[in-house]
């Protein structure tokens, strides 16, 4: 069965750092390009990041320089590391899998990140 | 960045209803547009891509039409379990930007 399970939410001061990670099952993380989005409570869809199968990244403006994508083949596992955390970035975290041209096509459940002091 | 406008924001419609949702795209993408149902406490799941192709499992009263900068959701026929919020998703060019989102609640 195809599953993204995501962990490593929680509290987090502003200014702290914080890595996410997705853990996938049923497919190969490294074979597909992989995504980051987020929502903040009451509010809508936000695409943070994209890995490509050959490493290649892109990111939102409102996280670039911040966050950094990447994943570990060995454990068919993606991350999202996150450092100068803002009150804004308080959102729940889902990672999905991107199917060009199609969209995302399988979710993770999410995890909650809370930045506040 | 290309900019996605959904409407309406909320829209209140009873079972049975035939309803329409609009994604307006501020250049255009082709049919490179997806769009997704959200709801409460659940993560959003792929109704349709290419503007126009039902992912698989998804119930034919779904229906999705458009190219180039307009495009519309459309459920022929309310079902009880089809309350909840639509997003659509520009796949054209990075960022992949959603709309506002689309919030359908039972008149």
């Known amino acids: 069965d195809v599953q993204l399970v995501e962990t490593g939410g929680g509290l987090i001061q502003p200014g702290g750092s914080l890595r996410l990670s997705c853990a996938a099952s049923g497919f190969i993380v490294s074979s597909n390009y992989m995504s980051w989005v987020r929502q903040a409570p009451g509010k809508g869809l936000e695409w943070l990041s994209v890995?490509?199968?050959?490493?290649?990244?892109y990111y939102a403006d409102s996280v670039k320089g911040r966050f950094t994508i990447s994943r570990d083949d060995s454990k068919n596992t993606l991350y999202l590391q996150m450092s100068s955390l803002r009150d804004e970035d308080t959102a729940v975290y889902y990672c999905?899998?991107?199917?060009?041209?199609?969209?995302?096509?399988?979710w993770g459940k999410g995890t909650t990140v809370t930045v506040s002091s | 960045d290309i900019q996605v406008t959904q409407s309406p924001s909320f829209l209140s419609a009873s079972v049975g209803d035939r309803v329409t949702i609009t994604c307006r795209a501020s250049?255009?993408?082709?049919?490179?547009l997806a769009w997704y149902q959200q709801k409460p406490g659940e993560a959003p799941k792929l109704l349709i891509y290419?503007?126009?192709t039902l992912q698989s499992g998804v119930p034919s009263r779904f229906s999705g039409s458009g190219s180039g900068t307009e495009f519309t959701l459309t459920i022929s026929s309310l079902q009880p379990e089809d309350f909840a919020t639509y997003y659509c998703q520009q796949l054209d060019s990075y960022p992949p930007t959603f709309g506002q989102g689309t919030r359908l609640e039972i008149k």
């Open positions: 999905a899998r991107e199917v060009v041209t199609v969209g995302l096509d399988v």
């Open positions: 890995i490509y199968r050959g490493g290649t990244t």
């Open positions: 250049q255009g993408i082709s049919s490179f």
């Open positions: 290419a503007a126009s």
